[in-house]
């Protein structure tokens, strides 16, 4: 993703700003958290005003919503703190409205902000990914070894989405009192997080307070860690988390790299030797014959929204699509 890396931030030191896009009632404000700068796709803190009104609608990109304070009426269901939903692209939400005001978290995932006005689904909606949840209440605290190795006790999590097919995750974490982890890790996928409450400390970048975000990119050292009194997070992953823990705080993004694609040799020799020789390094994966084969109904590939129409939402002068230049850099050993 072409998010860059937002470590430390706090949102409280920010202004909401007028929400003006096509499609979105009067009274919504956000504060932009992080956003991709090629795709749109962006993490908000939104507010909504006492009074506000949404016609039924859908988005082009998905969506996830967590509510932090205050109530939201979804069509015939009233929600409130601890709410989370997630929206394929294309779901139509139903109206939504707010008698006294509400504060969420919205992410939208594939695709900038968008509202398009129906009250039905778009056609090619996997409408069987929407689920929602009250986070809060419905799930219970789980140990924190949702990767293995896994984090120290006294970090714990909920699990609110998984996506088969990338592994990327969204989950509720906390941190309890005098919670602390004496290592350093990172990771081969992006990481998020938003401070619902409390407060954490991370060695290279401070105390992380309430309303403390960061979106971390791969392979970026982060610990050790503490919490005196605890704290309460969103948490994401944009693909598969594992935990590369070690002591060296000195260690560069490269050298972690070296180190991960290290562990695929030792871990999968033969797997490695075949992806560095005759250059096959292919930059958007190599052909998964599970999906393209054919079979009754169509490939499995062939039954996937096509996202360069369905669930494109581009300007003619405001795309910024890079693909790499396909160097390969083959090493025997």
């Known amino acids: 993703m072409a998010r860059p890396h937002i470590e430390p931030f706090c949102d409280r030191d920010v202004p909401f700003k007028k929400m003006n896009k096509k499609g979105f009632g009067n009274g919504m404000h956000f504060k932009m958290l992080s956003m ?11 507010q909504f005003d006492a009074g506000y009104k949404q ?54 995932n594939t695709g ?43 970090c714990m999590i909920k699990l609110l989405n998984h996506n088969d097919r ?3 995750l969204t989950f509720l974490y906390c941190m309890t009192a005098n919670f602390t982890q004496d290592n350093i890790s990172y990771h081969d996928c992006a990481e998020e997080s938003y401070h619902i409450w409390g407060s954490s400390w991370i060695m290279q970048f401070g105390e992380v307070p309430t309303g403390g975000y960061f979106w971390r990119p791969p392979y970026i050292n982060h610990g050790a860690f503490a919490s005196e009194l605890g704290c309460i997070a969103l948490g994401r992953v944009d693909s598969k988390l594992f935990n590369h823990f070690h002591y060296n705080p000195w260690s560069t993004v490269e050298e972690n790299q070296l180190r991960a694609v290290a562990r695929v040799h030792q871990r999968d020799p033969h797997v490695y030797k075949w992806m560095v020789s005759n250059a096959h390094n292919h930059p958007h994966g190599p052909e998964d014959f599970e999906l393209t ?39 025997e050993h």
């Open 36 to 46: 991709d700068t090629d795709t749109g796709a962006c993490s908000m803190t939104v």
């Open 55 to 108: 016609t039924p609608g859908f988005s082009w990109s998905e969506l996830e919503v967590l509510v932090m304070e205050g109530e939201l009426q979804l069509g015939d269901k009233k929600v409130g703190k601890g709410y989370y939903a997630f929206f394929p692209a294309g779901y139509a939400m139903p109206a939504l409205s707010t008698e006294k005001g509400a504060q969420c978290l919205f992410m939208y």
């Open 112 to 154: 900038e902000p968008s509202l398009v006005e129906s009250d039905t689904h778009h056609p090619l909606c996997r409408v069987d990914r929407f689920h929602q949840t009250n986070a809060y209440n419905d799930i219970p605290w789980a140990l924190g070894n949702i990767a293995n190795p896994a984090t120290a006790c006294g």
């Open 166 to 168: 990338t592994h990327a």
């Open 293 to 331: 084969m054919p079979r009754h109904g169509g490939s499995l590939i062939s039954r996937e929204p096509n996202r360069n129409e369905a669930f494109s939402h581009r300007h003619g002068d405001g795309g910024h699509h890079h693909h790499g230049d396909g160097h390969a850099h083959d090493h």
